[in-house]
């Protein structure tokens, strides 16, 4: 990987590439050009597209990466005032391993049974010299296995010396619980009879098998072969040189008498150490027989109804005929159980085996029924006894593979798990097998390649990430990514390590070499860096002398070139640099570099796993930390004690990687056996305490101070790195923070996001007094009032969030402070709605203003001086006058009638004024509308005389027919509740016709007369 600086600058390019090459696409999409071309050429764009995107995403990923690089505080060393520590880190369980280790065992002899009745089964097995049990810590449709020792230590028995012998478990007392039976050589078949709460052994004539003789070799299971409902016994043993079955019955009182049934003769050589399982795997109702042998293989016999049948020919699902583990190689001492471990109705197959040198990667193996006796083998982590092992000599390297933005593990190993991808999704790693994974068959056709110890870089910066192995026979082999795709490079002159020795690896088909041979170096761990700032990435090797070498690139970044200096003290690892390295402290032993800046100082620091030696009582196997005291130019590294992780197994090799999303590094170590052991990190966060008032912040009032009390803490003294504080829902341009500088902490407010950093490692004190001085400003338009509503002012609410990072960079307890940014209260005027008059042609009009006028601040006093003045007379020239808060307009001497208007002020104590317009409705003469139609419709339903009930509202109104009789007649008519509605005085309907109406008034107007029409 390339300098910060340097893949900042390739992102920047990469992504303008990017964005102008998906505009380019999206417009000829929308234009309709896209589809005219041909369809080689829209693949080829979509392809580029996806190309630039996938560089993108590595690019990002190794800017990640760098910053991750960064995120350590080292262990300053211990003879410093303060010394820091990483951690603890704190050695997890199998079960809280992501990549958990396998279940120990050899030539395990395994039985199911629900041991401790919870509904899923455990697993007791015969092993080296004592019974284990497996104990079921998931359920019953997914298992997941955990050792919990021998079975005498869990469950009161008397233990027997048990080598590898299969228990047997079954009802045999008939009194409900499972009693337990174990084959053996020299003392015949032992029996411990279940008391409920205890095992006791029972010999001679109390064990009912007692008079049952053996050979070598033996091994028991239980079946009511005979269908009365007791178990009957199944007998194999081993007995002049091949298999031997026999038959046991029990009569139902626990006697067991030898029986002969329709067994298959299994005496030939090929039958010895047979494990026999009855049970109906073909699902036909009939029992079948499976044997394990000593060989590699696992029989199948048929019952047909006349005995049991061997069938050696492949599995027929669909028939259902041939041997369904026909293919299985699980190399000797192959002892099989069936059992439904994942709860779908149908068995399954565990088997224990002896394991081929340097493959202990499962104590059981794991066989999934997927059906019509379809078996699937399960391994690593899908075998619920397996784990990510790889034999031997592991490696663990984290890297995101996939680009997905999540760290995967390549696990490198040596003889068949070379070289293991596990894809990381959702935090659980699961393999990647076969063609699915990038490193698929890569190694094929090398004719000497044992192990991989993997570094998975980008070592020419063309964007995407290239593979470098080292190997246990001191080899480096290249492989180069072309678009995402890994071919192994011809170890010639254009091979940037071709220089560092002797070719090696023929491939057996070209005859041309693909690795170089580091000369005097075994088992080479190997890691790039760049050691001298020089913008490209530099070679260390760990070696079995107990040193690191150095190649440095005399290249460039793009194109590599590495070479030993000759001068060995420009190796910053050298002997004459590193007193350990020249005092033997690491015994000649292997050595397994890491580079990672811890400090913070912009260098790279080392971590280096291998094995000590001071004297023969000081010795052991570490992870040790190396300090770049000197500069990024001239790198000076000093060990730091004490180590890392002081106890690991023996050739430990370290990988880091935030698993648990914390925000600091864990450790995985792998070691010569080929396991991962996992250490999380359980430092203690920084926390931040802050008063939890609402700051109350006046607009245009300057910086105020967020919290002049604020508390810094971590409970085991680290130094703080970094700090951030933020300013949540940011307004850019309107808002800032900023705070008094101390050394070392510098920082910088960044006004885009809202987020001031802090950084410098220093102590808790220094940033807690940085900290307190942090001000807010806000310099943003004023949040106006907020009107309609009394005494509310308008405000901004915002958060202010401290962050403070110790040298773990584990994610703090933040703190959290609300502001309310308040603006300057504005004052509202008073409010007054429209208002209408109405007087008659020389009247007047009066209205008290007082009632109508509100003010929200309660400012208004209608009595003050000026609080309702006239700023427009009626146009009419009557007189409009203001008497208090009373207002008159007075139309006497006038012969105006009709609609105008006048407008008047209200104004409060703080000077807020509202203009409003009165309207003034002036009524002239009655009017009279001599029609009406009384018929319903809504229309002219009675005799209208408008305005009679103002001008006249003392009256009489009479109405005569043709003939001029009266037949209507009444006092005060006023168009509403007095009126005529084309009805006699007697109530009777008057007939359509014209009639004759009189209007007398009491109060001086003319008496008014006319004809009206009626028509219904």
């Known amino acids: 990987m390339g300098s910060a600086q340097h893949i900042s600058q390739l992102f920047r390019k990469k992504l303008t590439q990017w964005e102008n090459h998906k505009l380019q696409v999206k417009s000829d999409i929308h234009s309709g050009k896209f589809y005219r071309f041909k369809s080689g050429k829209r693949q080829s764009l979509i392809s580029k597209l996806h190309r630039l995107t996938r560089r993108l995403n590595k690019l990002q990923w190794q800017m990640q990466l760098a910053a991750l690089g960064g995120t350590l505080v080292a262990l300053t060393p211990f003879d410093k005032v303060q010394a820091q520590e990483l951690g603890p880190f704190i050695k997890k369980s199998r079960l809280e391993n992501p990549l958990r280790t396998p279940l120990s065992g050899y030539a395990m002899k395994p039985t199911a049974i629900d041991l401790d009745n919870d509904g899923d089964y455990d697993i007791v097995s015969g092993n080296s010299d004592f019974l284990q049990v497996f104990k079921n810590v998931g359920d019953n449709t997914t298992p997941i296995f955990e050792d919990i020792g021998s079975l005498s230590d869990n469950y009161n028995y008397t233990p027997a010396s048990l080598p590898h012998y299969k228990p047997a478990f079954a009802d045999v007392d008939g009194d409900g619980d499972m009693d337990l039976a174990v084959a053996t050589y020299n003392s015949g078949i032992i029996y411990y009879r279940n008391d409920g709460s205890s095992y006791t052994q029972l010999t001679g004539p109390s064990n009912p098998f007692n008079s049952i003789s053996i050979s070598t070799f033996p091994s028991i299971s239980f079946i009511d072969y005979d269908g009365d409902t007791d178990f009957d016994l199944l007998v194999a043993d081993t007995y002049s040189g091949g298999g031997r079955l026999q038959y046991f019955r029990n009569d139902g009182s626990s006697t067991f008498t030898p ?57 027929n699902s669909a028939n259902k005929t041939g041997n369904p583990f026909y293919g299985i190689d699980l190399n000797r001492d192959v002892s099989p159980e069936f059992v439904d471990l994942d709860g779908d109705g149908d068995l399954d197959l565990i088997a224990g085996y002896v394991q081929f040198f340097f493959q202990n990667v499962e104590a059981v193996a794991y066989f999934e029924n997927k059906g019509d006796a379809v078996f ?33 593990a390549l696990l490198g190993g040596k003889y068949g798990n070379t070289l293991t991808y596990y894809k990381n999704v959702g935090g659980v790693f699961q393999q990647e097998l076969g063609p699915s994974s990038p490193f698929y068959n890569i190694l094929a056709g090398l004719s000497y390649f044992t192990s991989a110890k993997p570094v998975y870089v980008d070592i020419d910066n063309d964007g995407d990430l290239d593979l470098i192995l080292g190997d246990y026979n001191g080899n480096i082999t290249f492989f180069l990514s072309d678009d995402d795709v890994l071919s192994k490079q011809v170890m010639d002159a254009s091979n940037p390590f071709f220089d560092l020795g002797p070719p090696r690896n023929k491939d057996v088909y070209s005859g041309l070499y693909y690795s170089v041979h580091i000369v005097g170096n075994s088992n080479t761990a190997i890691d790039l860096v760049d050691i001298d700032n020089d913008g490209d990435l530099d070679l260390f090797s760990g070696n079995h002398e107990g040193t690191v070498d150095f190649y440095r690139n005399t290249g460039t970044a793009t194109s590599p070139h590495f070479e030993k200096p000759l001068d060995p003290t420009e190796n910053p690892l050298d002997k004459s640099h590193i007193p350990e390295f020249d005092n033997n402290f690491f015994d000649y ?45 001239a790198a000076s590294f000093e060990m730091q004690t004490p180590a890392l992780l002081p106890y690991t197994y023996r050739n430990p090799n370290p990988g880091l990687i935030d698993m648990d ?42 910086p105020v101070t967020v919290d002049a009390t604020l508390t810094v803490a971590d409970s085991d003294d680290d130094d703080i790195v970094s700090a951030t504080v933020t300013i949540q829902n940011f307004q850019p341009g309107n808002e800032a923070l900023s705070f008094t500088a101390q050394a070392p902490v510098t920082g910088d407010f960044d006004a885009s996001t809202g987020v001031l950093t802090l950084t410098g490692s220093a102590s808790v004190d220094i940033y807690q007094t940085i900290l307190r001085t942090v001000a807010y400003s806000y310099t943003g338009p004023d949040p106006g009032a907020r009107k309609g509503k009394t005494n509310r002012v308008k405000s901004l609410a915002r958060s202010i969030v401290f962050r403070a990072f110790d040298s ?54 209608p009595t003050a001086d000026g609080a309702i003045t006239i700023i427009a007379q009626p146009q009419s020239g009557a007189v409009a006058s203001i008497s208090g808060s009373v207002l008159t307009v ?13 407008q008047i002020r209200a104004c409060d104590l703080a000077g807020g004024c509202t203009d409003v317009i009165v309207n003034v409705s002036v009524i002239g003469e009655v009017v009279v509308y001599n029609g009406i139609s009384p018929n319903g419709d809504e229309f002219n339903q009675f005799f209208n005389i408008e305005n009679i009930e103002i001008l006249g509202p003392e009256n009489k109104v009479s109405i005569f027919n043709r003939w001029g009789d009266r037949i209507f007649e009444m ?5 509403d509740d007095r009126r005529f509605e084309g009805l006699s005085d007697g109530g009777k309907e008057l007939p359509s016709g014209v009639y004759f109406y009189k209007i007398e008034f009491t109060n001086g107007l003319p008496e008014l007369q006319g004809y009206l029409t009626l028509k219904r």
Do not use: C, M
Request: charged share 20%; hydrophobic share 35%.
């Open 259 to 315: 029986t002969a049934i329709p067994l298959p003769d299994i005496s030939d050589g090929y039958f010895r150490r047979p494990v026999p399982i009855i049970s109906d795997i073909d699902e036909d109702g009939f029992p079948d027989l499976t044997i394990g042998t000593r060989d590699d293989n696992i029989r199948f016999f048929e019952d047909t109804g006349g005995g049991f049948v061997e069938d050696v020919n492949p599995w």
């Open 376 to 408: 699937e083998r399960k391994v690593f982590l899908d075998n619920p006894f397996g784990g990510a092992a790889t034999g031997a000599d592991g490696v663990p390297y984290f890297v995101d593979v996939d680009e997905d933005g999540t760290l995967d």
């Open 589 to 633: 032993s292997d050595t397994q570099p890491k580079f990672i800046d811890l400090d913070h100082d912009g260098d790279a620091d080392l971590i280096l796993g291998g094995h000590y030696y001071v004297n023969d009582s000081f010795y052991g196997d570490a992870i040790f930390y190396f300090e770049n005291v000197g500069t990024p130019e």
């Open 661 to 702: 999303g914390d925000g600091d590094l864990d450790i995985f170590v792998g070691d010569d056996y080929g396991i991962f052991e996992f250490y999380l990190n359980e430092n203690p966060a920084a926390v931040t305490t802050i008063n939890t008032s609402v700051i109350e912040y006046q607009f245009n009032t300057g």
């Open 808 to 861: 773990d960079l584990t994610s703090p307890v933040s703190a959290t402070r609300s502001l309310n940014i308040i603006g300057t209260a504005v004052n509202q005027p008073p409010s007054l709605n429209s208002i209408t008059l109405s007087t008659v042609i020389q009247g007047s009009a009066s209205i008290d203003l007082a009632p109508l006028i509100s003010d929200s601040e309660g400012n208004f006093d």
């Open 890 to 902: 007075n139309y006497s001497g006038l012969s105006f009638s009709g609609n105008e208007s006048l």
């Open 971 to 975: 006092d005060n008519y006023n168009n």
